[in-house]
C-alpha cells in the first residue's frame, strides 16, 4: 500500500486563492485537518486497491456515442 498524501493549509490556501475564494484566518488548517482524516481513511480502505480508478465509466462512454450520433454532420 503507498502512503497517502499529506493536505496542508498553504496547498488549500493557494488552491483556493487561484480560484479567487478567501478564508477566514485558521480555516484552510481545519479544512486540511478534515481533507487529511477523509484521505487517510480512504488509503485504509481495503477494497480501495480493486478499484479501477483509470478506467471510463460504462455510462460515460455510452452518452458519448449518443452524443456523437446525433451530432450534425460537418
Given at each position: 500500500?503507498?502512503?497517502?498524501?499529506?493536505?496542508?493549509?498553504?496547498?488549500?490556501?493557494?488552491?483556493?486563492?487561484?480560484?479567487g475564494?478567501?478564508?477566514?484566518?485558521?480555516?484552510?488548517?481545519?479544512?486540511?485537518?478534515?481533507?487529511?482524516?477523509?484521505?487517510?481513511?480512504?488509503?485504509?480502505?481495503?477494497?480501495?486497491?480493486?478499484?479501477?480508478?483509470?478506467?471510463?465509466?460504462?455510462?460515460?462512454?455510452?452518452?458519448?456515442v449518443?452524443?456523437?450520433?446525433?451530432?450534425?454532420?460537418?
Open positions: 500500500m503507498t502512503a497517502a498524501k499529506q493536505w496542508s493549509s498553504e496547498a488549500i490556501d493557494v488552491a483556493l486563492e487561484a480560484q475564494i478567501a478564508l477566514a484566518p485558521k480555516r484552510a488548517e481545519r479544512l486540511a485537518a478534515g481533507q487529511q482524516s477523509l484521505l487517510d481513511a480512504s488509503a485504509a480502505d481495503p477494497l480501495r486497491p480493486a478499484l479501477e480508478f483509470d478506467a471510463d465509466p460504462p455510462g460515460f462512454m455510452l452518452a458519448l449518443r452524443c456523437k450520433a446525433r451530432s450534425p454532420s460537418k
